[in-house]
């Protein structure tokens, strides 16, 4: 017999998702949607969900009159399992050392490497986990995890089960990248060291739960044919390409993206109009980083060559992502929607729709109607304490998601019917 999971009702503004056939945004006053079996039943006007779905029936009711119910949301780039601390690096930051300098030292990526591979399993596990709940308590209810902290076989098969074993107890819906070439370890080069990454960690790494193959293409990191080579081998054992991509150079990333027909492109703080061009043409997601250009004091990407970009295409204009890394520490999908109007000027209603649906689109989740409340759409719902998605971004530095449902099941707060 199907359970009716949850009813949210009367919400003031309830976000749908992008509007047929176009990139704004569709919402519904005092709308409703009710949750059975894990899937979006019915979302519409109050009345009538309520009609078909009566609210004491529901496992869980939640009365949102006055409140923002939207999709959870969607953090499509997040390096979440890591161990130690960064926050010395971060007061040398603040004083003017730039972040290359501090990895072309052995500090930054390197040092996490050095905790991650002195870390037990079950420190991984919990690492992880904390880090999860704490998006979840900010409205994440789909993130991406990337390895990358290992640099090694065993380190990063050891990531790969360390984020398998926290997804599979936790509610927040995890995607795995496997991102051996993050940094190039100390006792190599980078040409041995793509070896190492194609014939050793791949073929392993395959039998894991990652779908994606990442690559940090950045001057002396790995070139653009390093990248290449990666993820031409990624491809071949199963794992869709994405790339980070002109972050602090612009060294051809983004049309190594658009050339491979990756899934995502990533960071993009030097791409040009061009670059936009050819990622829109070829399909590829272009994710945008605010809080790491925030934290590291670099110009913003431009939002809106992405927007132009994609008129008249297919597929999501851009998405925006966390980041989340002890570079980058920041859990909250709001406040980078805040970043992303405040800082790059977008509208607040692409800001949120680049939070979810389009987010979606940088993990290949779009089919599946990921980030959006349709018919048949997982039920990952928030319930936020403000009259409408402006608010979001309008009230920075606020954690206003006051309930989360994952599945239809409540995972933060939920209060009373
Ligand atoms: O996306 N740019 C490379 N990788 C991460 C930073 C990881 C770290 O500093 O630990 C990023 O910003
Ligand atoms: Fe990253």
């Known amino acids: 017999m199907s359970s009716?999971?949850?009813?949210?009702?009367?919400?003031?503004?309830l976000v749908v998702g992008p509007a047929a056939g176009g990139s704004?945004?569709?919402?519904?006053?005092?709308?409703?949607?009710?949750v059975v079996d894990g899937a979006v039943a019915a979302v519409g006007d109050t009345a009538d969900v309520l009609a078909a779905y009566p609210a004491e029936n529901a496992t869980t009711a939640i009365d949102a009159t006055g409140k923002t119910v939207l999709p959870g949301f969607v953090d499509p780039h997040t390096h979440a399992?890591?161990?130690?601390?960064?926050?010395?690096?971060?007061?040398?930051?603040?004083?003017?050392?730039p972040y290359q300098e501090i990895l072309a030292e052995g500090g930054g990526i390197l040092r996490t490497v050095d905790a991650v591979r002195a870390a037990s399993d079950a420190a991984l596990?919990?690492?992880?986990?904390?880090?999860?709940?704490?998006?979840?308590?900010?409205?994440?209810?789909?993130?991406?995890?990337?390895?990358?902290?290992?640099?090694?076989?065993?380190t990063e098969c050891r990531m790969l089960d360390a984020i398998a074993a926290a997804a599979a107890e936790h509610p927040v819906d995890v995607v795995t990248t496997f991102l051996g070439a993050h940094a190039?370890?100390?006792?190599?080069?980078?040409?041995?060291?793509?070896?190492?990454?194609?014939?050793?960690?791949?073929?392993?790494?395959?039998?894991?739960?990652?779908?994606?193959?990442?690559?940090f293409c950045e001057a002396d990191v790995f070139t653009v044919e390093q990248s290449r080579r990666i993820l031409d081998a990624g491809r071949e054992h199963g794992l869709a390409p994405k790339l980070h991509a002109e972050e602090f150079t612009r060294l051809g990333g983004a049309q190594l993206a658009a050339d491979l027909g990756a899934t995502s492109a990533d960071h993009l703080l030097h791409a040009t109009p061009e670059d936009a061009a050819a990622l829109a043409d070829a399909g590829?997601?272009?994710?945008?980083?605010?809080?790491?250009?925030?934290?590291?004091?670099?110009?913003?990407?431009?939002?809106?060559?992405?927007?132009?970009?994609?008129?008249?295409?297919?597929?999501a204009p851009v998405a925006l992502g966390t980041d989340l890394n002890p570079n980058c520490y920041t859990h909250s999908m709001g406040f980078v929607v805040s970043l992303a109007c405040n800082g790059m000027r977008m509208a607040p209603a692409d800001a949120v729709l680049a939070?979810?649906?389009?987010?979606?689109?940088?993990?290949?989740?779009?089919?599946?109607?990921?980030?959006?409340?349709?018919?048949?759409?997982?039920?990952?719902?928030?319930?936020?304490d403000a009259p409408s998605h402006v608010h979001l971004p309008y009230n920075p530095g606020v954690n206003n998601v006051e309930a989360v449902l994952t599945d239809g099941t409540v995972a933060v707060g939920g209060g009373g019917a």
């Open 4 to 13: 009716l999971d949850a009813v949210v009702h009367g919400a003031r503004e």
């Open 24 to 34: 704004t945004l569709e919402t519904h006053a005092d709308g409703a949607v009710a």
């Open 81 to 97: 399992l890591f161990a130690g601390d960064r926050s010395d690096e971060f007061a040398a930051k603040l004083r003017g050392k």
């Open 125 to 154: 596990v919990a690492n992880l986990t904390a880090q999860l709940d704490v998006m979840l308590a900010h409205g994440t209810t789909t993130a991406e995890v990337k390895t990358g902290y290992g640099l090694d076989t065993e």
């Open 184 to 215: 190039v370890p100390d006792d190599t080069d980078a040409d041995a060291y793509v070896d190492a990454v194609i014939a050793d960690q791949l073929p392993a790494a395959a039998n894991g739960p990652a779908r994606f193959c990442d690559v």
């Open 284 to 315: 590829v997601t272009p994710v945008l980083l605010p809080a790491t250009a925030f934290v590291l004091d670099e110009a913003y990407a431009d939002p809106q060559q992405f927007l132009a970009a994609a008129d008249n295409r297919t597929g």
């Open 355 to 384: 939070a979810t649906a389009w987010a979606a689109s940088a993990l290949d989740r779009s089919q599946d109607g990921t980030g959006t409340l349709r018919e048949g759409t997982d039920g990952d719902v928030l319930v936020v």
